[in-house]
């Protein structure tokens, strides 16, 4: 207990960190929809954010090895917040697609100063638990950042202020925390080979996951806007995508350590695919429906990251999890890269229920891939 006691300021800067990134996410999208911004254009604002996400990836470890976790957590944290400041004193999209990039890069490492430190501070004995704590501070700060659109409204320079104080305040609990902080990491390269040799399935499924759990979380604001849902339902829709998230993932994680994880894969890739189709083909205009829908969508979805890591992490040697642990980062941020843009450009050709049409398609993929290396390789 003392032990989590501890990382109580780390957990408060996750939170502020999260919220505020939450927050700018759901209100770029809706602000350009709102500004009458095409869908490929709002598509590639959202692809941008990814693509600074994964350019951050390959430069996380040099840059702590160099100013260490405290220094590079307050310069991205200050860069970060100078991004939203400027996106809500000048609306433009290339501007915007820019800013997102930045952001991207910077919150890449903010995330990873956040998660290193955490795993730092515990031993195998409670690690399991204090990432739970951690995923839960997830789910509580973006969900709480979907309720502030319909109460400020996505029109005004107020949510961007909130995102940016939010942002600028996480410097303030990890700034104040001991002085324990994580040592520089020892260089570690960067090998997308190494996981694609090591478990093909699990470089597919998290691109896959890129491909899919971004497009309804980035461009929801779009869809629910060109339904005509008011911002009360968006924030209900989105909201749903993201507490569904934690529903099946103790489940299907248990399940997964005793049986084939490929299996439950399987399981959860399909049932992630239907959901989809029930969206495209039945939800129509119907508020329940959609919002039942994406929490379905959400539940079945969203451990599929985590089942595909843990199947790449069983095939590593000793000193290679970190490795595998970056390039599975990659793998995930270029299919988010790819995803929201390409959904965002079909959504433009045919109608907003075509993001859905898109996420079932791509689900469908994967789980014909990943049939297929069940029955080519044992377990």
């Given amino acids: 207990m003392n032990k989590l006691t501890s990382l109580i300021p780390l957990l408060a800067s996750a939170a502020l960190l999260m919220f505020g990134n939450g927050l700018q996410g759901t209100l770029i999208a809706w602000r350009a929809s709102s500004e009458g911004f095409p869908p490929w254009l709002i598509g590639l604002i959202t692809a941008a954010y990814y693509l600074g996400f994964a350019l951050g990836c390959f430069h996380i470890t040099h840059l702590l090895r160099q100013v260490g976790h405290i220094r590079a957590f307050s310069a991205m944290a200050a860069i970060s917040t100078a ?12 501007l915007w697609t820019i800013l997102r990039l930045i952001s991207g890069y910077c919150l890449a490492v903010l995330f990873a100063v956040i998660e290193s430190w955490l795993n730092s501070k515990v031993d195998n004995a409670i ?9 839960y501070v997830d789910l509580a700060a973006n969900t709480s950042a979907q309720y502030f659109l319909p109460w400020f409204g996505g029109t005004s320079f107020i949510l961007f202020g909130i995102s940016a104080i939010a942002l600028s305040l996480s410097l303030t609990p990890i700034s104040l925390a001991d002085k324990s902080s994580p040592s520089p990491p020892d260089h570690v390269n960067f090998d997308m080979k190494y996981l694609w040799l090591t478990s093909p399935l699990a470089a597919v499924g998290c691109f896959a996951v890129g491909m899919t759990n971004t497009v309804y979380r980035s461009l929801g604001p779009v869809y629910c806007l060109e339904l005509g849902f008011d911002t009360t339902v968006t924030a209900w829709f989105l909201a749903a995508s993201i507490i569904s998230g934690v529903v099946l993932q103790y489940p299907f994680g248990h399940y997964s350590d005793r049986k084939d994880r490929r299996t439950v894969i399987m399981v959860a890739t399909a049932g992630g695919m239907l959901a989809s189709l029930l969206l495209f083909f039945f939800a129509g205009n119907s508020i329940f429906l959609n919002i039942a829908g994406v929490f379905l969508l959400g539940a079945f979805s969203m451990p599929l990251y985590s089942m595909c890591s843990a199947h790449a992490n069983d095939r590593a040697g000793p000193g290679e999890f970190a490795t595998i642990t970056a390039a599975l980062l990659f793998y995930w941020a270029a299919g988010a890269v790819i995803g929201p843009w390409l959904a965002a450009s079909i959504m433009g050709w045919f109608g907003p229920k075509s993001m859905f049409a898109f996420t079932a398609a791509t689900q469908a993929i994967f789980l014909a891939y990943t049939l297929t290396r069940k029955l080519q390789r044992p377990a």
């Fill in 83 to 94: 991004t939203i400041i400027l996106a809500g004193l000048v609306v433009d999209p290339w």
């Fill in 127 to 135: 690690r399991a638990r204090t990432l739970s704590v951690y995923r």
